[in-house]
């Protein structure tokens, strides 16, 4: 029972450079998100999705880009990545259920991305 | 717009003692309300929520929560603690009835609780 899944784990970019964050969820939630966490100031939302096909931005947007082509993965995009995004990232997922939400977020492991 | 505040970064307890990690709120609308415990290099875990009813909620662990609308607060609290218990505690708010939004969370700073022999 994997749950939320993220790939890679681990990550050092160079200023400038790109990457692609994965995640996948084998429950099949319509929704999905994005959080980074930085020291002090808790999990801040970058980008969510309410169903495949859709995305929207949450607080902390700039800087990144975000995919779900597929309902089970949901990838976050660094086109140019800074110092300051030097982060631990977060995928979550929760499910819609009828007129009452499954409430739950459900937390991948973590990426932990350095930019040197 | 909502913000979420813990009130206390750290708090050092020894094991067997209580513990309370504090959490206030503000949010223009109502909100569902959330506690989140993060151990070492893993992701969060829900610990217990308040949707609505009864303002005391039990969660996992032994821990436990009262909801305070008067006071906007929603402190968390366990009443014997272990060296287990020791992690990273995150408050966190989300809107009641933005359905088509989906559930987005706004946390709090998060609480460390290391508990001591």
């Known amino acids: 029972n994997a749950g939320v899944t993220q790939t890679p784990k681990f990550r050092v970019l160079k200023t400038g450079q790109s990457m692609t964050l994965l995640c996948a969820q084998d429950?099949?939630?319509?929704?999905m998100y994005w959080y980074r966490q930085d020291p002090g100031m808790g999990l801040r939302l970058i980008h969510y999705?309410?169903?495949?096909?859709?995305?929207a931005k949450g607080e902390v947007p700039d800087g990144y880009n975000v995919s779900r082509l597929k309902k089970q993965n949901f990838l976050l995009g660094l086109e140019s990545a800074a110092p300051s995004q030097t982060s631990v990232y977060f995928c979550a997922s929760s499910a819609r259920q009828g007129e009452v939400w499954n409430t739950e977020a459900f937390f991948g492991q973590g990426t932990r991305l350095t930019v040197v | 717009a909502q913000s979420v505040t813990q009130l206390d970064s750290q708090v050092p307890v020894f094991e067997e003692a209580p513990v309370e990690l504090r959490c206030n709120y503000s949010s223009s609308v109502s909100v569902y309300l959330f506690w989140y415990v993060q151990y070492p290099n893993q992701g969060l875990q829900l610990l217990l929520k308040?949707?609505?009813?009864?303002?005391l909620v039990k969660g996992i662990n032994g821990f436990e929560a009262e909801f305070n609308k008067s006071q906007t607060s929603f402190h968390l609290r366990k009443p014997s603690v272990h060296i287990s218990d020791t992690a990273e505690y995150f408050c966190?708010?989300?809107?009641?009835?933005?359905?088509?939004?989906?559930?987005?969370?706004?946390f709090g700073g998060g609480t460390r609780v290391l508990v001591k022999p």
């Open positions: 966190a708010v989300s809107d009641q009835g933005w359905m088509a939004a989906g559930n987005k969370l706004t």
């Open positions: 999705s309410v169903g495949e096909g859709t995305t």
């Open positions: 308040y949707l609505s009813g009864s303002t």
């Open positions: 429950m099949n939630h319509e929704y």
